[in-house]
């Protein structure tokens, strides 16, 4: 195993991560003082994606690659669509905003899944972005059950 594939399967997921956190801050105010129970969970998950961050940037130095801390063109891409559409939806922001983050949430796990299963990670990496795909399960089963509930409403 190549130490420069593995700082480039790790900054990916470093790019990955970055647009979650961008995309979780961009939510618009509105939506909490409508539903303040899932700010909650977003700030949550803020969090959790920081620590993830810093959980990474560690890997690649230690491996003495150069972490590249910034988002990717997909999620640009996809923060400006989330945009256009948000500009244009004629029903529930919330619901939008619920979509958005539980098709992100399913696009991160598709992402860590294939870092795993590519086998350009160590062992101590592939531990660790094993937890972190756990933490990333967790969270889109629960927007999953909260967008279910939203809709029986």
């Not at 988002?71 to 669509?81: F, N």
Request: net charge negative; aromatic share 8%.
């Amino acid at each position: 195993m190549k130490t420069e594939e593995t700082v480039s399967v790790l900054n990916d997921l470093l790019h990955i991560t970055n647009d979650r956190i961008e995309g979780f801050e961009k939510v618009e105010g509105k939506i909490w003082e409508m539903y303040p129970d899932i700010k909650n969970e977003y700030d949550r998950m803020i969090s959790q994606s920081k620590i993830m961050k810093n959980e990474l940037i560690n890997l690649i130095t230690e491996k003495n690659g150069t972490p590249e801390d910034s988002t990717s063109i997909a999620g640009a891409l996809h923060r400006t669509w989330i945009d256009i559409k948000n500009s244009f939806t004629v029903g529930s922001l919330e619901e939008s905003t619920l979509e958005n983050v539980i098709f992100g949430e399913k696009a991160a796990i598709e992402a860590y899944q294939k870092a795993l299963e590519s086998g350009d990670l160590c062992e101590k990496s592939e531990k660790i972005v094993s937890e972190q795909l756990h933490s990333l399960k967790i969270s889109y089963n629960q927007f999953k059950k909260i967008e279910e509930y939203k809709k029986k409403e």
